[in-house]
């Protein structure tokens, strides 16, 4: 059984689903390896002792609850905040209270080298979701695989995210100027992408915002940490903070860091632990389904 210098990485509010989750990655994966495991959070959701103890009492890996800060940038005006736009969803699913899940877009899609962290220390990192877990035992390493491969990243699902073979409006409402983004980006640097939807999208004289939708998208995904280390990612997430989109139109760090491994591999390596059944994506969901949102609504 060969380790890796691996880490497992949560952003996590949903006090009712963490234990469990915790508990399911360390029995289904975890306790072979014992992989250190940050539960990131924002406030003080997580600093009761006793939970943190109690937690820990019942798994052996090495968990670390980390408080990270949050904050809308200061070049984002409060009327341009995702929830105050006139779109479906916005006005039926995101009300400010859900403020704190545009912060956690921005902690995930930033997440190397964010201030109090240390997944910078590590080669691979897992970005595992807090009403996640697993049906049965994950019979393989996805580091161990990866390393394999010459790609930066796998994701335990990656594909089109449809309903009923058509892009869900709640999709299209989150990703508005997006492609717009994506165009002038590779524009601008002279970038070929090497995944062949995408490139061939791009290459159209009027490339579809439909189409867009119909692109692969991962969930879970696992990364090697040099990925963050080449100057196309620096200028790509540069250009995604820069432009606000985060928090004008809620673009998730799935979308941010899926059109990036379009740029550089061919495709997302699957390693179908959803397809399979051995990963649920929404396993404790039950539980508690919108995860909480931040203390300060006003920060």
């Known amino acids: 059984m060969k380790k890796f210098k691996g880490c497992v990485s949560y952003i996590s509010s949903r006090a009712q689903c963490i234990g469990y989750s915790l508990k399911s990655l360390e029995d289904n994966f975890n306790y072979k390896y014992n992989y250190p495991v940050y539960v990131h959070y924002f406030d003080d959701i997580y600093s009761n002792p006793d939970l943190l103890k109690n937690t820990k009492e019942q798994i052996s890996s090495s968990i670390e609850f980390v408080p990270i800060e949050y904050k809308t940038p ?23 209270q859900r403020i704190g899940y545009l912060h956690m877009c921005n902690f995930v899609s930033n997440m190397y080298k964010y201030p109090n962290t240390k997944i910078h220390e590590y080669d691979y990192v897992m970005v595992h979701d807090d009403e996640a877990g697993y049906n049965s035992e994950l019979p393989y390493s996805p580091f161990e695989i990866l390393s394999e491969r ?9 594909g089109q995210r449809l309903k009923n073979g058509m892009p869900h409006q709640g999709h299209i409402d989150t990703r508005i100027g997006l492609l717009d983004l994506t165009i002038e980006f590779v524009e601008k640097y ?32 696992v990364l090697k940490t040099e990925m963050f280390k080449t100057n196309l990612w620096k200028l790509w997430i540069k250009e995604v903070n820069e432009s606000g ?55």
């Open 74 to 96: 200061d070049h984002i005006k409060k009327e341009d905040l995702y929830f105050n736009r006139d779109l479906w969803y916005a006005k039926t699913h995101f009300p400010i």
């Open 150 to 158: 010459e790609e930066y990243l796998g994701a335990f699902k990656s």
């Open 190 to 221: 002279n970038i070929k992408p090497k995944n062949k939807r995408l490139l061939e999208l791009l290459g159209r004289d009027t490339p579809s915002e439909y189409d867009f939708h119909f692109l692969d998208w991962c969930d879970t995904y």
């Open 245 to 299: 989109g985060i928090y004008k139109y809620r673009w998730g760090d799935n979308e941010i860091i899926s059109l990036f491994a379009h740029f550089v591999q061919e495709e997302i390596f699957d390693f179908k632990a959803v397809e399979e059944g051995y990963h649920d994506l929404g396993k404790f969901r039950r539980l508690q389904d919108t995860a909480p949102s931040v203390k300060d609504l006003d920060k």
